[in-house]
């Protein structure tokens, strides 16, 4: 599966964006996908994740604000990002993986496939 997350880019505080991972090579059908963050100087950050049942998963700084989606015959998961702050601000990836447990949700290495990122940025 190769991934390709865009839809990144500068948004004021309090605004909303939509981030998009487009998997090629094959269906999303039977993966869990997951967003996570990355702020410089801070470790990668789980943001949320859907399973292969459709089951929906957030860390706690987004939980009511972030919605993730998909549509599966657009081989695409969707992130929807409202309210935003200035800590928002980071690179986001997309990954995916076939056999991820739902302890290991949050767990980057759980993840076999990785998309290149897309920077948004939350000014004030």
């Known amino acids: 599966v190769q991934l390709q997350a865009f839809g990144g880019g500068l948004v004021q505080a309090g605004g909303s964006l939509r981030l998009s991972c487009a998997a090629s090579?094959?269906?999303?059908?039977?993966?869990?996908v997951g967003w996570f963050r990355q702020a410089p100087g801070k470790e990668r950050e789980f943001v949320t994740g859907?399973?292969?049942?459709?089951?929906?998963y957030y860390g706690d700084s987004v939980k009511g604000r972030f919605t993730i989606s998909r549509d599966l015959d657009k081989r695409t998961v969707y992130l929807q990002m409202n309210s935003l702050k200035l800590e928002d601000t980071a690179v986001y990836f997309c990954?995916?993986?076939?056999?991820?447990?739902?302890?290991?949700?949050?767990?980057?290495?759980?993840?076999?496939?990785w998309g290149q990122g897309t920077l948004v940025t939350v000014s004030s």
């Open positions: 990954a995916a993986g076939s056999r991820i447990i739902l302890s290991a949700l949050g767990d980057a290495p759980s993840y076999d496939y």
């Open positions: 090579g094959r269906t999303l059908s039977g993966y869990t």
């Open positions: 859907i399973r292969w049942n459709g089951s929906q």
